[in-house]
């Protein structure tokens, strides 16, 4: 069956680094589109980054320059690796595939990240 796993989630006082991958199985990874979307509590869920299967990219406004989301398809990972992080960018972590770019159809289960101000 599908599977998405996020790992790499965690602590990290503001300004620090995080790098979030995500292990996927049980489809054709490098078919499809991949995303990282995330959601602090009382917020909607967000789009933070997709890579498309083609490599085309594309970031949210609030996190451009800071992130950077990458896939290793011989792994059927993808990685979104965040620097300069802020106190707003604490949320839920998660991983999304679909072959369309911004509709997933698979998700993961989260992954938390915190951000100490």
């Known amino acids: 069956q599908v599977q998405l796993v996020e790992s790499g989630g965690g602590l990290v006082q503001a300004g620090g680094s995080l790098r979030l991958s995500c292990l996927a199985s049980?489809?054709?990874?490098?078919?499809?589109?991949m995303s990282w979307y995330r959601q602090a509590p009382g917020k909607q869920r967000e789009s933070v980054a997709t890579i498309s299967s083609g490599g085309n990219i594309n970031y949210a406004d609030n996190v451009k320059d800071r992130f950077t989301i990458s896939r290793d398809n011989a792994k059927n990972t993808v990685y979104l690796q965040m620097n300069d992080l802020k106190p707003e960018d604490a949320a839920v972590y998660y991983c999304?595939?679909?072959?369309?770019?911004?509709?997933?159809?698979?998700w993961g289960q989260g992954t938390q990240v915190t951000v100490s101000s």
């Open positions: 999304a595939g679909g072959l369309v770019p911004g509709r997933p159809r698979y």
């Open positions: 049980g489809f054709t990874f490098s078919a499809n589109a």
